[in-house]
């Protein structure tokens, strides 16, 4: 049979452009997502054990990422429950299990482990039990404060080795101010042609209404934050691809790609 991966990944590509131009796909999606966010939908999943609070749509779009980029260290800012660090430390033992196959040998050093950096303001007793003893806490440091704090930023970087490829998820406060201090902060972290992934772009699509009680809002939000940072650093860009093809997604215009 005649190999036709190279036409079906061509189809696909012709397939997210024609839903940018599907008014009903998009309203649909949209629609989903307004009711979806009021019914706290995305509190619903678990992944290996520990409830990890994201769209399935983005965890699929994360595991995307990750393979195709494969860095060696994921810096998270907000943890939570703690499912997204195992996430991320399933899928970088993924990694190290076919880079090992690829060089014909057992496995990588356990120093050499790829491995992901959680940050918490508040890491709360039944989490951080809840991490430490999944099968996969190895892979796993985390650091409890403030993530703009300028000593938590010092052990980040004291934790990371100069020829390793980094990628960051910014998941912790949603105001403007803050997100804005991550990505300056961490973004520069970024190894170029990785990804910083910034969270909850999507409140600014939608009506204070929507999140009751929170400090963020339409104005005030990761969105307002990364058109700011982008007005002021142009090594990174929006992979507008990636929320396109999704449809569903808190994410949108959050992908940002470190190009230069």
């Not at 696909?12 to 009903?24: H, I, K, Q």
């Not at 992944?47 to 980029?69: H, K, N």
Request: aromatic share 8%.
């Amino acid at each position: 049979m005649k190999d036709d991966r190279e036409s079906f990944i061509a189809e696909r590509a012709a397939r997210v452009e024609d839903y940018r131009d599907d008014g009903p796909l998009q309203e649909a999606a949209e629609g989903f997502m307004r009711e979806s966010l009021r019914a706290r939908y995305s509190y619903q999943f678990d992944w290996l054990g520990l409830p990890i609070i994201q769209y399935p749509q983005d965890v699929f779009a994360l595991q995307e990422i990750i393979w195709t980029t494969r860095p060696d260290v994921i810096i998270e800012t907000g943890i939570a429950r703690g499912g997204s660090l195992i996430f991320s430390a399933s899928m970088l033992a993924l990694l190290d299990l076919t880079d090992a196959e690829r060089a014909g040998h057992a496995g990588v050093p356990v120093a050499d482990r790829r491995r992901v950096v959680g940050i918490d303001l508040d890491i709360r007793a039944h989490n951080r039990q809840a991490v430490e003893t999944h099968p996969l806490a190895g892979r796993i440091e985390m650091v409890e404060g403030d993530s703009t704090d300028p000593a938590v930023l010092d052990e980040v970087r004291r934790s990371i080795r100069s020829e390793q490829r980094v990628m960051v998820c910014l998941d912790s406060s949603h105001t403007h101010d803050h997100v804005v201090k991550e990505l300056d902060l961490y973004a520069p972290l970024v190894t170029p042609g990785c990804y910083c992934a910034v969270f909850d772009t999507v409140i600014e699509e939608f009506e204070t209404a929507v999140f009751p009680g929170r400090p963020w809002s339409q104005g005030n939000n990761p969105m307002t934050a990364v058109r700011d940072f982008l007005a002021r650093d142009s090594r990174f860009e929006i992979d507008a691809s990636i929320s396109d093809k999704l449809l569903l997604t808190v994410a949108r215009g959050g992908f940002l790609k470190r190009v230069a």
